[in-house]
């Protein structure tokens, strides 16, 4: 039994997995505070929950995993857990195995499991932040490859929490919609009501088709620079339909060459878990 869990931007979820059978599923808010005293508490209440009933953990996390530790691309989407040591925090609890992976590569892992091992994919990830992973010739790039939200979309855009100008993850992320939302409409939106407005709302509109024009061009990207042939789209904004409608109407303005197929995560919300769990089962028993 492998106790699979994901730690994002804003949720923490788990599941069991016995074989390929997700059960017992719970999800918390997390960490916007970057409080790790409270996301210590979130996890020491998760483990307590499913306590003797697990032979093994994996971890899927946002953030770059350096020796267990939760290193950040953007800071901002970790606040004060950076450097939180994940690994000893688990071991402490823990004596068995456990198996740590960025989040996005995680899901990546999922989804061509779920595809029958497809040995060519990429994944995005349009979430809190941007997250990427590539599966290529069967093997899943991971550390710091694969980190597709940080790659250009605007060079005169906004400055992303990374460090660098104009990054997707600073147009079109979850947290970057509803700020530039915001600022627009003179009020406080979130995601999911900015790509609602968007619909009779011009300033909305804008908004939401840079977004979505952005993570075109990332797809005709990868498609023109590795010719993954399949990209899929998750997370809580890529999986919905007004945002990733946008994005296959987008690309569908490029020819051919550079419009490889495009999916929706068919693992939804659950990608990161299967993955996780996947990749315990495969390398970690
Ligand atoms: C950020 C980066 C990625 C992560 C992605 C999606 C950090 C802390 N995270 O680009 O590692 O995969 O966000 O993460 O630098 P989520 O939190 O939106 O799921
Ligand atoms: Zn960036």
């Known amino acids: 039994m492998i106790l699979a869990i994901d730690l994002?931007?804003?949720?923490?979820?788990?599941?069991?997995?016995?074989?390929?059978?997700?059960?017992?599923?719970?999800?918390?808010?997390?960490h916007s505070s970057g409080d790790p005293g409270t996301l210590k508490d979130q996890l020491q209440s998760l483990l307590h929950h499913y306590q003797g009933r697990f032979d093994c953990i994996g971890v899927a996390s946002t953030g770059i995993i350096q020796q267990g530790r939760l290193t950040a691309l953007n800071p901002d989407n970790l606040g004060g857990l950076k450097g939180f040591d994940l690994e000893v925090f688990f071991q402490q609890i823990f004596p068995g195995p456990i198996?740590?992976?960025?989040?996005?590569?995680a899901a990546t892992f999922g989804e061509s499991v779920a595809r029958d091992n497809a040995a060519n994919l990429a994944f995005i990830t349009v979430s809190t932040g941007i997250g990427g992973g590539l599966m290529i010739n069967g093997e899943l790039l991971r550390g710091g490859s694969g980190h597709l939200g940080h790659t250009l979309a605007d060079p005169d855009g906004p400055v992303c929490g990374c460090g660098r100008r104009g990054c997707i993850e600073a147009v079109a992320s979850g947290s970057a919609l509803?700020?530039?939302?915001?600022?627009?409409?003179?009020?406080?939106?979130?995601?999911?009501?900015?790509?609602?407005?968007?619909?009779?709302?011009?300033?909305a509109e804008q908004i939401v088709d840079r977004a979505c024009l952005s993570v075109a061009g990332l797809i005709a990207d990868l498609q023109a620079s590795l010719a993954v042939g399949r990209?899929?789209?998750?997370?809580?904004?890529?999986?919905?339909p007004l945002f990733f409608d946008r994005v296959t109407l987008a690309l569908a303005s490029n020819p051919a060459f550079y419009r490889p197929v495009v999916e929706s995560a068919v693992l939804g919300a659950d990608a990161g878990l299967y993955g996780i769990s996947h990749w315990v089962k495969q390398f970690h028993r």
Do not use: M, W, Y
Not at 99 to 105: F, G, S, Y
Not at 231 to 240: E, K
């Open 8 to 30: 994002g931007g804003t949720k923490l979820a788990a599941a069991l997995f016995d074989g390929e059978q997700l059960c017992d599923r719970i999800q918390f808010k997390t």
């Open 99 to 105: 198996a740590l992976l960025n989040d996005a590569q």
């Open 178 to 203: 509803s700020r530039l939302g915001s600022e627009a409409l003179r009020r406080e939106v979130c995601a999911r009501e900015l790509l609602e407005l968007a619909q009779s709302d011009t300033r």
């Open 231 to 240: 990209v899929v789209v998750g997370g809580s904004v890529g999986l919905n």
